[in-house]
């Protein structure tokens, strides 16, 4: 049974970053897309666990793909008792039913019923369609954007991931520039540093999952980042990244 409601449930974000291997450093309340976003990443990884990896049709539990009209999130149905944690999407469709789900939100007709990730990264940088952007990269706060564009031929949009905590690893006073690691939840093909997704190879390492990237500000504004920790940052012309939230 395909749903997209939930009740919300407490999930402790230390026990969560220490998943991705990272320390936490949580700023404000968990938000309720948080909550329900880490409640299906633990309970796909659970069943995983258990040796659930398929629904009743057989189909994995978490996989990366689809199109518009496609991508679903699920949450199991006390009253069928075969009903299942699973989840079809890409990153932005992902971060959409979280959103659509938790608030009820309506996504302006300029960018669709289902914006891609460029979208999500233009939305955020012009502080347009119920998204606002963070100046300063030190404001963060739980549960907000990190969105990229793609700019450099690549097929896909870009990306978009929702931050759990951050980590401040280097800092060079003289340049003004400091490097993170992000701990972040996000639908993706590949996997990031201390990733969740590799704990049960069985599903493939495609879907939902938390796992940490890194960052790089100059004067606390995001400048560059990179998928995972050992990765070279991406060119800041090619894929420009922004740090917003969500105010619908």
């Not at 009820?104 to 007709?109: F, K, L």
């Not at 800041?236 to 939230?245: C, D, F, K, Q, S």
Request: with cysteine; glycine share 10%.
């Amino acid at each position: 049974m395909r749903v997209q409601s939930f009740v919300a449930t407490s999930i402790l974000i230390a026990a969560i970053a220490g998943l991705a291997g990272a320390a936490a450093n949580v700023q404000g309340k968990v938000p309720l897309h948080v909550r329900m976003g880490n409640h299906l990443i633990d309970g796909i990884m659970g069943q995983a666990i258990n040796g659930v990896f398929t629904d009743v049709n057989g189909v994995q539990t978490n996989r990366y793909g689809g199109v518009n009209g496609q991508y679903y999130l699920t949450f199991p149905d006390p009253a069928v008792e075969e009903s299942v944690f699973s989840n079809y999407s890409r990153c932005a469709p992902f971060v959409t039913m979280l959103l659509k789900t938790s608030y009820g939100w309506v996504p302006a007709t300029q960018i669709g019923s289902s914006p891609d990730a460029k979208e999500y990264y233009t939305s955020i940088r012009d502080s347009a369609y119920s998204f606002g952007k963070r100046t300063n990269f030190s404001s963060w706060k739980i549960g907000d954007l990190l969105a990229s564009g793609y700019y450099d031929g690549s097929n896909d949009t870009g990306h978009v991931m929702v931050v759990l905590s951050v980590k401040l690893v280097s800092e060079d006073t003289v340049t003004k520039t400091r490097e993170y690691d992000v701990l972040v939840m996000d639908s993706s093909s590949g996997i990031h540093s201390r990733d969740t997704r590799t704990l049960c190879p069985q599903l493939n390492q495609g879907g939902v999952g938390r796992g940490t990237i890194k960052v790089k500000t100059v004067n606390d504004v995001i400048k560059q980042w990179a998928w995972s920790l050992g990765a070279a940052y991406y060119p800041e012309a090619g894929r420009p990244i922004v740090l917003g939230y969500f105010n619908g």
